[in-house]
């Protein structure tokens, strides 16, 4: 049996969209973020537009090392659909997908820390 949302209640492997449900977290509501616009593409483009003089070799230094201090590993353009719960660019995630981000702290959902001692 494949995995099942408990949102929308589509199976993971369905590759349609999630419901659009708002994260809480310690009674403070998140729009979720979806495939694809993860908080790491935008700083990528973001590096990109303050240092217009730098190459593309330059520019990816930047964001290499940006990567790693946020502990985000090597960056990976977001394939077409979303490697854990199938989701497509542009969709949101499912319920426990592990590649999905955090809105409060943008790092893993899942692994963060915001839900520490909440129910
Ligand atoms: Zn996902
Ligand atoms: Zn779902
Ligand atoms: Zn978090």
Do not use: W
């Amino acid at each position: 049996m494949p995995a099942t949302c408990d949102i929308c209640r589509q199976t993971m492997v369905d590759r349609g969209s999630c419901a659009k449900v708002s994260v809480t977290i310690r009674g403070r509501r998140f729009d979720p973020i979806s495939y694809g616009s993860e908080t790491h593409h935008a700083v990528r483009e973001q590096f990109r537009y303050q240092h217009p003089d730098e190459t593309p070799a330059q520019i990816q230094k930047r964001f290499d090392n940006f990567m790693f201090a946020c502990g985000l590993g090597v960056y990976h353009k977001p394939e077409d659909t979303c490697r854990d719960c199938g989701v497509r660019i542009g969709g949101y995630h499912h319920r426990g997908c592990d590649t999905e981000e955090c809105p409060k702290c943008h790092l893993q959902l899942i692994g963060c820390d915001c839900h520490k001692g909440e129910q």
